[in-house]
């Protein structure tokens, strides 16, 4: 309904006292002292400081309402009595306050539209698709893993055009606590992204990573996990609870690659054959690959799903829809759960001493091949049983070589479970010497030598 009007000197006291007007009406409370100045009270209480006002020409220009803000903090009556006087100001130079107030606000609509199609996750997203997926990067996953863990987070609040290199530095610095090899591929693909962003698409003119190097040396790997160190992994892993148990002890027993083994569908398994085949749209290379599982790993393979029927969707799931993540928590978990079991047995520090030294996930892949290669396993099907394109299995050779190693393959692996499997048995009888004697590194001078004590009764 129409305002009431009433005429006063504003100042806190009369603003606040001034009764509310019955339900569904408004009065305006005019100010004494500043033409066009007054407070708005509505029925629900509320009281709102405006200033009505006519531009440049005289009466017939129409009377204009500008709202200051509501009564409170931060405005207060005199507050609000100043903001009238300045607008009044503008007004008698032939400014528009509301003019100027509604070209604000479609420019701030306008930039925040900018700003909102221009948002880091949005554009890793647009990158992700049409250059990492259309282009068939054999690094798919991996990237999509960095980009959810540790880029996306890091940049939530930024646009693209606000990754500069002291914030690069700093994002960097903080993933670098936690592994160096780590920052350096988020650094690395944020790279790239940028590159395309600048070079492919035009959306910036410049990248700030433009000829920046990896912010941490990268060195080749040689860590391998002796088999006293997997034995006290494996053993740990107990204080694991499935899915995530069996999902370490595959990695150790068949050492194909972490994303390989976590988001293996049920449809990959022929679980009357033992197989498993991982088709090339989920392999580093791009090639088929077939696992012939050993028995140890079967098993544990057909206690994640004992009904067979119920064998459908993902293997190594939580929720039924997905495979597993959050690498990086589980392998701290997993560390705590090693540290825990070296303190509390004295088997457990003879046969790492204080400690199992600092390792990674893919480790466990060269653990195998280097455990492989003690056990007599040719280098060719070692490199086969991995999915290497490389070595013997490289060049003219990898083309045209169409047998798979099936049988040598199948053979390493059952070889290989086997050896844990004595080891393990060693370890629940106490028998540290006997894991020792296993060691595929040492194993055949160790069990001469042991063979020489039984005779000469030591």
């Known amino acids: 309904m129409a305002s009431k009007k009433q005429v006063s000197k504003l100042k806190k006291t009369v603003v606040e006292d001034f009764p509310r007007p019955s339900a569904g009406q408004r009065v305006t409370l005019w100010d004494t002292e500043v033409k066009g ?7 629900s209480g509320t009281r709102t400081y405006i200033l009505r006002y ?3 020409g005289g009466r017939t220009e129409p009377q204009r309402t500008f709202t200051i803000g509501q009564h409170g903090s931060p405005w207060t009556t005199d507050q609000a009595r100043k903001r009238a006087l300045d607008l009044l100001t503008q007004v008698r130079a032939g400014i528009d306050p509301a003019e100027v107030r509604d070209a604000g606000r479609k420019e701030a609509e306008a930039t925040a539209g900018v700003r909102a199609d221009r948002m880091f996750a949005l554009v890793a997203d647009r990158w992700f698709k049409q250059h990492v997926v259309a282009g068939g990067l054999r690094s798919e996953d991996d ?4 980009l959810d863990r540790d880029l996306k987070p890091a940049f939530a609040d930024h646009t693209v055009d606000e990754i500069t290199k002291e914030l690069v530095a700093e994002v960097v610095e903080k993933i670098g606590d936690r592994s160096h090899d780590a920052a350096n591929k988020a650094f690395k693909w944020l790279r790239q992204m940028l590159n395309w962003c600048a070079k492919e698409k035009g ?4 990248s700030s990573l433009e000829g920046a190097g990896l912010p941490y040396k990268e060195g080749r790997r040689t860590r391998t996990l002796s088999l006293m160190e997997i034995v006290v992994v494996w ?3 107990d204080g694991l609870p499935q899915p995530f148990r069996a999902f370490y002890r595959l990695l150790i027993l068949l050492g194909q690659r ?8 049920w449809s990959e398994f022929d679980m009357e054959a033992g197989d498993w085949v991982i088709p090339a749209t989920r392999t580093k290379n791009q090639r088929d690959h077939l696992v012939p599982m050993s028995e140890q790993a079967i098993t544990i393979v057909e206690a994640l799903q004992p009904e067979a029927a119920l064998r459908r969707g993902p293997a190594i799931t939580t929720d039924g829809k997905v495979g597993i993540s959050g690498f990086s928590k589980l392998k701290e978990r997993v560390d705590e759960l090693v540290a825990e079991l070296v303190a509390s047995s004295e088997e457990a520090r003879a046969l790492v001493g204080a400690g199992v030294a600092e390792w990674v996930v893919h480790d466990l892949r060269r653990s195998l091949a280097t455990g492989c290669q003690g056990l007599g396993v040719p280098i060719a099907v070692t490199e086969a049983v991995l999915n290497h394109a490389s070595g013997s299995l490289s060049g003219i050779v990898g083309l045209y070589q169409l047998y798979d190693y099936y049988d040598e393959k199948a053979d390493a692996l059952q070889r290989w479970g086997d050896l844990l499997d004595a080891a393990l048995a060693c370890w629940a009888r106490g028998d540290v010497a006997g894991i020792l004697a296993l ?5 055949t001078r160790r069990r001469r030598r042991r063979e020489k004590q039984v005779e000469s009764g030591v």
């Open 37 to 43: 100045f007054g407070v708005r009270v509505a029925s």
């Open 54 to 56: 006519r531009v440049i």
């Open 143 to 146: 990237i999509r893993g960095v």
């Open 203 to 206: 959306i910036l003119q410049a």
């Open 235 to 237: 053993v740990a892993l």
């Open 258 to 265: 972490l994303r390989e083994v976590a988001n293996v569908p």
């Open 439 to 443: 060691n595929p590194a040492r194993r």
